[in-house]
């Protein structure tokens, strides 16, 4: 059973003359522990893909369903997209976006206890993810004094807090030399299949393709392979 | 968790900083405020602690305390004798600089009969009030004095046998008080150089009319400078008396102008105080203005600061409230910290009793300085919360 499903996603930005098509005929799906990868140069619609995956950008057609909700055309406001988001999907960014006033374990909790979970409970799950991803000696730092692979670390820890059903890793490794980008790219494999989440990573970083289970490639809006 | 206090944890320094700089702006605020209470609660001290109904001062003048005004001293008697008038005592107050308790020091004399006792001082705090006719003070703490200091005024010395406290002049000096021919003594005595020199001004005035010498001479105390006028008449009604009946009997047949104690204080007031309390209110106003400008700026900046992570909270799935509550404790914190601290650094200047001005502050001043400062805080980070709101969640995706 798909976690993720996208059928026909369409997304055109501006009207008649001015229409510029991001996304044309996207179909694809991704399965519980899957590692999927998704290549592209600048400009080819992964950004937009994205957003559209995240309840932030409505395509213009097509249809998105996540844990079998249809995202999309039902209904939902605002508040509903976020609770969604934050009940199903977790982030991990190129630039870490750990939150800088908050140490590890607070950025970790913070994501829990927006899901209503007590303070106390968040804290004591939080330190046991950080544990699983050898980095809870770090747990009272703030993300300045963290090295940036500590920082993907704690970024992987809070992406993954919620056991969200999809993962959104935006160029994890990009900011990481050689060796830090294969130990984060191995975590991500980890949580894919020990925790079950659906991983979608977008990247430019050809060096990390040999470990995902699929890879799609976009040029100008649609998939060439 | 809350977020408004993990950033101001984190940046201590920075808030810090802006509760000094913007409690110290309030702080100004609150000695203006108390600056112009205190104004007005000097204004009126003597008027309100004097035990009368009513001042009889010179034809049209706004006296004793606005406008200079002098009576003869005998009509006192004349006021006495008007129906309704149960006790008349004379009154004069002047404002001097002499130097007590070894420095120069500003102050009033008031002067009055000891006898008949209207316009004793009140609220005596240690010693008793004047019994002998000469040579006896009572003063105001502030003056630096103790019970049996002797003060050196004019020729004489005087012994200070009763101190009053908060007793001030409408400038806010401290007053002394003297039995009435001390204080005109006191006010009118001339060194020896002026007093050769006024009476050979008068014999030449004298000889310039044909005088001959001898008669001159002779007629030379005639034509001195009076020594016996008064400030007011002081006047306690008959109970039950109509005290306008005789205000218009003394205008009428004494050809003096009578005021209520109300009038003498509307005088103050709308003469004297008015035109500073439009100053200090204008400066108030404006200091308020820029606390809130600050405080709306400080919230603005730490809300750009953060911008990416609001984003970054947003994307993952942060409710609107979470971020606003951000904004908003934030704002509380530095408007509920600055006025603290605006407040207590004004209230201790007020306790320690340097201030060259009386301090007044009125709860009422203080609560609506909070409100303003509570409301417009909240109103002006409206900007950083609209600023917050609008940041797309996608901007967290950006390298």
């Known amino acids: ?225 | 968790m809350d977020l408004a206090i993990k950033d101001i944890s984190r940046h201590v320094g920075k808030f810090i900083a802006t509760i000094l700089g913007v409690g110290l702006l309030l702080t100004i605020v609150f000695i203006m405020n108390g600056i112009y209470r205190g104004i007005i609660a000097d204004g009126i001290w003597l008027i309100e602690n004097t035990d009368t109904d009513l001042w009889v001062v010179e034809r049209g003048r706004g006296g004793p305390f606005n406008e200079q005004s002098r009576v003869r001293m005998d009509m006192y008697k004349s006021v006495q004798a008007t129906p309704g008038v149960m006790q008349a005592g004379p009154f004069i107050v002047y404002a001097v600089q002499r130097e007590i308790a070894g420095r120069s020091q500003q102050f009033s004399i008031v002067g009055y009969d000891i006898a008949i006792g209207l316009g004793k001082p009140g609220r005596i705090i240690e010693g008793r009030q004047i019994t002998a006719f000469h040579y006896e003070m009572v003063a105001d703490k502030k003056l630096g004095l103790q019970l049996g200091d002797t003060v050196r005024l004019g020729v004489h010395d005087y012994r200070v046998v009763g101190i009053t406290k908060g007793a001030v002049d409408s400038g806010g000096n401290p007053l002394i008080y003297l039995a009435l021919p001390d204080a005109q003594e006191v006010l009118y005595q001339m060194d020896n150089q002026a007093i050769y020199a006024s009476r050979a001004a008068s014999l030449q005035r004298l000889l310039n009319a044909g005088l001959s010498q001898a008669d001159a001479e002779r007629m030379l105390p005639l034509v001195s400078a009076p020594v016996d006028t008064i400030s007011a008449v002081l006047v306690r009604l008959r109970p039950g008396e109509d005290a306008q009946l005789v205000k218009d009997h003394i205008a009428k047949w004494l050809y003096l102008s009578v005021f209520s104690s109300d009038d003498e204080k509307n005088l103050m007031l709308e003469g004297r105080v008015k035109r500073i309390s439009i100053v200090l209110g204008t400066f108030r106003v404006l200091l308020l203005v820029v606390s809130i400008v600050i405080v709306a700026l400080i919230v603005y900046v730490l809300t750009i600061e953060k911008i990416k992570s609001i984003a970054t909270l947003k994307l993952i799935g942060a409710s609107n409230w979470v971020i606003v509550r951000l904004i908003l404790e934030q704002t509380l914190m530095l408007t509920i910290s600055s006025f603290l601290f605006g407040y207590t650094m004004a209230a201790l200047l007020k306790a320690s009793e340097r201030f060259p001005r009386t301090l007044y502050f009125l709860t009422f001043d203080t609560i609506t300085i909070f409100l303003i400062m509570l409301v417009g805080g909240i109103l002006a980070s409206g900007l950083a919360v609209w600023h917050a709101l609008k940041a797309p969640p996608a901007l967290a995706l950006g390298g």
């Open chain 1, 1 to 225: 059973m798909p976690i993720l499903q996208v059928e026909g996603l369409r997304k055109v930005f501006g009207e008649g003359a001015l229409a510029v098509t991001a996304l044309e005929a996207i179909d694809f799906t991704v399965k519980k522990g899957e590692l999927m990868a998704l290549l592209g140069p600048s400009g080819s619609g992964k950004s937009t893909l994205l957003l559209c995956l995240s309840l932030i950008l409505e395509p213009t057609a097509g249809r998105i369903i996540i844990n079998n909700k249809e995202i999309y055309n039902n209904g939902w406001t605002n508040v509903d997209a976020r609770r969604f988001r934050r009940e199903n999907i977790g982030f991990i960014f190129q630039g870490h976006n750990l939150i800088p006033f908050l140490t590890t374990l607070d950025n970790v909790a913070l994501v829990m206890t927006l899901n209503g979970v007590r303070e106390g409970d968040a804290r004591k799950k939080g330190m046991e993810i950080l544990e699983y991803l050898e980095i809870a000696h770090r747990a009272d730092f703030y993300p300045s004094f963290l090295s940036g692979g500590e920082q993907q670390r704690v970024a992987i820890a809070r992406a993954i807090a919620n056991e969200p059903a999809l993962i959104f890793a935006d160029e994890p490794t990009a900011s990481l030399d050689t060796e830090r980008g294969f130990k984060v790219m191995g975590l991500l494999k980890r949580i894919a299949k020990e925790k079950g989440s659906g991983v979608i990573t977008v990247t430019h970083d050809h060096r990390m393709i040999d470990g995902f289970d699929t890879v799609y490639e976009l040029m100008d809006g649609r998939f060439v392979k």
